[in-house]
Nanobody
Framework: VQLQASGGGLVQAGGSLRLSCLAS????????MGWFRQAPGREREFVAS????????YYGDSVKGRFTISRDNAKNMVYLQMSSLSPEDTAVYYC?????????????????WGKGTQVTVSS
């Protein structure tokens, strides 16, 4: 599976941004999908994940209530809608795919990673 994230950019605090991730290769619907982020000098952090069908989602505490993950298996796409952004959300955001069926994921559960997309939130 090859993953390509897009949609990052510069946004003011309080604003919104939608990230997209296009998957190609093996059956997209066979993978639990996740978003992670990494800020300078910090470890990569789990953001959100979504089950094979999209019926179940799971969020990191820092984004719960502000971010929404979704997927479209027909289009091989996964999305991350981000709202009420703050400078603390500034990071490189990565989409990733896991063959593990659980949606409670860590970095070590991911089989494939896309190149990241930079999100910068100005105060």
């Amino acid at each position: 599976v090859q993953l390509q994230a897009s949609g990052g950019g510069l946004v003011q605090a309080g604003g919104s941004l939608r990230l997209s991730c296009l998957a190609s290769g093996r059956a997209f619907s066979s993978y639990v999908m996740g978003w992670f982020r990494q800020a300078p000098g910090r470890e990569r952090e789990f953001v959100a994940s979504i089950s094979l069908s999209g019926a179940s989602t799971y969020y990191g505490d820092s984004v719960k209530g502000r971010f929404t993950i979704s997927r479209d298996n027909a289009k091989n796409m996964v999305y991350l809608q981000m709202s009420s952004l703050s400078p603390e959300d500034t990071a490189v955001y990565y989409c990733a795919a896991s063959a593990k069926l659980s949606i409670t994921l860590t970095n070590y559960d991911m089989s494939y990673w896309g190149k990241g997309t930079q999100v910068t939130v100005s105060s």
